[in-house]
């Protein structure tokens, strides 16, 4: 039996597609729809891209200059995978981990960035994925707090 969430479109009941691709990103915790047996939610380059990409062209402290970085904005991936917590818990592949709060997917335009300067990142590069907030577009995202929420090489959101 599906239960349906009231306001929700019928299709944002049924599971994600799988992933045809190398997995990048995997969300698991408190979210309403996944694509796996586990009920995690998993998600290739293409399926991320499909969400819709976003540019955000800022300078970052790790950059000599100023960046045009292009991803998924957070707030739609996680209305995508029907998140229902009020923080995040990013890890990286290194198993670096930073807590972000909801909260900031929706003020700012927080994005996954696949891609720097028209490249796609790579494990190299701070990739394959890159959380990039619009660092000069708040002064208060300049900060040591907000850089260290800023995790590259990520591979798995949990909601909490």
Request: net charge neutral; hydrophobic share 40%; no cysteine.
């Amino acid at each position: 039996m599906i239960v349906l969430a009231v306001g929700l479109p019928a299709h944002a009941a049924e599971p994600l597609p799988p992933p045809q691709g190398e997995v990048l990103l995997t969300v698991t915790g408190k979210i309403g729809r996944g694509n796996s047996k586990s009920g995690e939610a998993r998600f290739d380059r293409a399926m991320l891209e499909k969400l819709g990409m976003t540019e955000v062209v800022t300078s970052t402290p790790w950059h000599p200059k100023v960046m045009r970085f292009e991803g998924v904005l957070l707030r739609t991936l996680l209305s995508a995978v029907q998140a229902q917590g009020g923080s995040l818990l990013a890890t990286a592949h290194n198993d670096y981990t930073a807590r972000l709060p909801v909260q900031d997917a929706e003020r700012y335009d927080v994005i996954l960035a696949l891609r720097a300067d028209d490249r796609d990142l790579t494990l190299r590069d701070m990739g394959p994925i890159f959380i990039i907030y619009p660092y000069d577009h708040d002064r208060s995202l300049k900060a040591d707090g907000v850089y260290a929420r800023s995790v590259w090489q990520l591979r798995r959101l949990e909601v909490h």
